[in-house]
């Protein structure tokens, strides 16, 4: 199982980005995106159903990141719109064992991790 992450890097506040994920070994899973700033714990970004018939957002990305997936190619993104300078930290992708959760616990496949940031 493999967990191939793209996309990040260096903004400026207000701008977009997109984040891929791409999966291989592992079809058809709940996923999620889950974000680490320096300092800080690990805190949930947004999850998807397999389907994508259902998500959830974390509070403070509410109504700026949509997440969503194209099970044809495996992947799933994160449409990052109006970025803040509180944005900035590591982002990772990760597949739950749990459909709806928010919990990184049972998130039990990770990507490797992408850099997201935001300058005022």
């Known amino acids: 199982v493999q967990l191939t992450q793209s996309g990040g890097g260096l903004v400026q506040a207000g701008d977009s980005l997109r984040l891929s994920c791409t999966t291989s070994?592992?079809?058809?899973?709940?996923m999620g995106w889950f974000r680490q700033a320096p300092g800080k714990e690990r805190e949930f970004v947004a999850r998807?159903?397999?389907?994508?018939?259902?998500?959830t957002y974390g509070d403070s990305v509410k109504g700026r990141f949509t997440i969503s997936r194209d099970n044809d190619k495996d992947t799933m993104y994160l449409q990052m719109n109006n970025l803040k300078p509180e944005d900035t930290a590591i982002y990772y992708c990760?597949?739950?064992?749990?459909?709806?959760?928010?919990?990184?616990?049972?998130?039990?496949?990770w990507g490797q991790g992408t850099q997201v940031t935001v300058s005022p």
């Open positions: 990760a597949v739950s064992r749990v459909p709806y959760s928010v919990s990184a616990d049972t998130y039990h496949y």
């Open positions: 070994g592992l079809y058809n899973v709940a």
């Open positions: 998807i159903t397999w389907n994508g018939a259902s998500m």
